[in-house]
């Protein structure tokens, strides 16, 4: 089955640790994306990559990182720097300059105390 | 910069009635407008997509309309069931931008 998996589903962390979210694809999707979602808010998109070894900040950047080594994987790495990491972590893919569709990812919830 | 709005926020209804979700976006230059619905704790899962030139994309029970030159979209949902019950978010991509998402409306169907 094609699709996107994130894991893990939940993550604790205590404060100061870094932290990495996996996302793995096998759409064969050339962009891929993290967002942010909070309770009663839309999705905030943290960064984003249109191919491999590119990728770009999104509008709430600061606090964490990416990488995109292979087409297929895009983790997330939420640093100490974030100050408000707990949240609801979701990966997508598209094919950019296509239909554009974006699928998603099941979600990771983190939760740092 | 583009703002993506829904209403209403929430939403309860009987079984079996029709009912409308709007989204309105405040730059009509968009490349395609995503409808989604996310259940508690999980990802979200594509309902349907309006691209520009489109006026309207039907699935099942699902019809969404776009109207770009007023800034609005609309999700009708025909003779509604408890397991439609979920948020329903839109989302637009504006040319040369990224996805940009409303906050959802929670829609709760009661048998």
């Known amino acids: 089955d094609g699709g996107i998996t994130q894991s893990p589903k939940y993550l604790f962390r205590k404060e100061g640790q870094n932290v990495t979210l996996s996302c793995e694809q096998n759409?064969?999707?050339?962009?891929m994306y993290w967002y942010r979602q909070d309770p009663g808010q839309g999705l905030r998109l943290i960064y984003y990559?249109?191919?491999?070894?590119?990728?770009q900040k999104g509008d709430i950047a600061e606090g964490y990182s990416v990488s995109r080594e292979k087409k297929e994987s895009f983790p997330l790495t939420v640093t100490s720097a974030q100050k408000n990491p707990t949240a609801f972590y979701l990966c997508?893919?598209?094919?950019?300059?296509?239909?554009?569709?974006?699928?998603f990812g099941p979600g990771t919830r983190l939760t740092v105390t | 910069k583009q703002e993506v709005t829904q209403i209403p926020a929430a939403l309860s209804v009987p079984e079996g009635e029709n009912l409308v979700l709007n989204c309105s976006f405040t730059?009509?230059?968009?490349?395609?407008l995503q409808w989604f619905r996310q259940d508690p704790g999980k990802g979200l899962t594509s309902l349907l997509l309006?691209?520009?030139?489109?006026r309207e994309q039907t699935s099942g029970r699902l019809n969404a309309s776009l109207d770009k030159s007023s800034g609005r979209s609309t999700l009708y949902i025909a003779a509604s069931q408890p397991g439609d019950s979920a948020t329903y978010l839109c989302?637009?991509?504006?040319?040369?931008?990224?996805?940009?998402f409303g906050p959802g409306t929670r829609l709760s169907v009661l048998p």
């Open positions: 997508a893919s598209s094919i950019p300059g296509g239909v554009d569709e974006q699928y």
């Open positions: 309006i691209q520009s030139s489109q």
């Open positions: 989302a637009v991509l504006v040319y040369g931008q990224n996805f940009v």
């Open positions: 730059d009509s230059a968009i490349y395609n």
């Open positions: 990559s249109q191919i491999v070894n590119d990728f």
């Open positions: 759409l064969n999707h050339d962009a």
